[in-house]
């Protein structure tokens, strides 16, 4: 658990209302459960309807068996629909608290690019860039080249 202070992410211009408070919940939520080497990456996601879906990094004893916040976020938001309905997805926003005391806001891992981009290829995905530019991607720009499939 953190008990200094952590410097917040300053929300880009380019964020709308509702992609601010999910880089708001996702924050609040790793400040909450953060332990080193354990539950690194928090993630909020928001589906269609406006429900916001969560998720937190599982750092496993054997590195195969981790499991990334994006897949907890999309499974917790495919178990909140009706049988039959899509898991389609808005916007993601998965934030990690650096060593200095800060906020990122990171992009998906190549495995969680391919997850997002097999239900909702569509979606803003907001990333860090190599430069250090806090900008939104469509999932499927993430992987170019990638087979399109509909789940």
Same mark, same amino acid.
């Given at each position: 658990?953190?008990?200094?202070?952590?410097?917040?992410? #300053? $929300?880009?211009? $380019?964020? !709308? #209302?509702?992609? *601010?408070? @999910? @880089?708001?919940?996702?924050?609040?939520?790793?400040?909450?459960?953060? *332990?080193?080497?354990?539950?690194?990456? $928090?993630?909020?996601?928001? !589906?269609?309807? =406006?429900? +916001?879906?969560?998720?937190?990094?599982?750092? =496993?004893?054997?590195?195969?068996?981790?499991?990334?916040?994006?897949?907890?976020? @999309?499974?917790?938001?495919? /178990? /909140?629909? $009706?049988?039959?309905?899509?898991?389609?997805?808005?916007?993601?926003?998965?934030?990690?608290?650096? #060593?200095?005391?800060?906020? %990122?806001? +990171?992009?998906?891992? =190549?495995?969680?690019?391919?997850? +997002?981009?097999?239900?909702?290829?569509? /979606?803003?995905?907001?990333?860090?860039?190599?430069?250090?530019?806090? !900008?939104?991607?469509? /999932?499927?720009?993430?992987? #170019?080249?990638?087979?399109? %499939?509909?789940?």
């Amino acid at each position: 658990m953190i008990t200094e202070d952590v410097t917040p992410v #300053p $929300a880009p211009a $380019a964020m !709308t #209302p509702g992609e *601010v408070e @999910l @880089l708001d919940v996702a924050q609040r939520l790793l400040l909450r459960i953060w *332990v080193a080497g354990r539950h690194e990456v $928090a993630t909020a996601l928001r !589906t269609p309807d =406006g429900g +916001i879906h969560t998720g937190v990094h599982l750092e =496993g004893s054997c590195r195969r068996s981790s499991i990334c916040a994006e897949g907890v976020a @999309l499974g917790t938001a495919r /178990a /909140a629909l $009706a049988p039959d309905a899509p898991l389609t997805v808005d916007s993601v926003v998965s934030v990690q608290i650096k #060593p200095a005391g800060r906020f %990122r806001i +990171i992009a998906p891992c =190549g495995v969680c690019r391919e997850l +997002i981009s097999d239900y909702s290829p569509q /979606a803003r995905v907001w990333i860090t860039t190599v430069e250090g530019d806090v !900008t939104a991607a469509e /999932a499927i720009d993430l992987l #170019p080249e990638k087979t399109r %499939r509909a789940w």
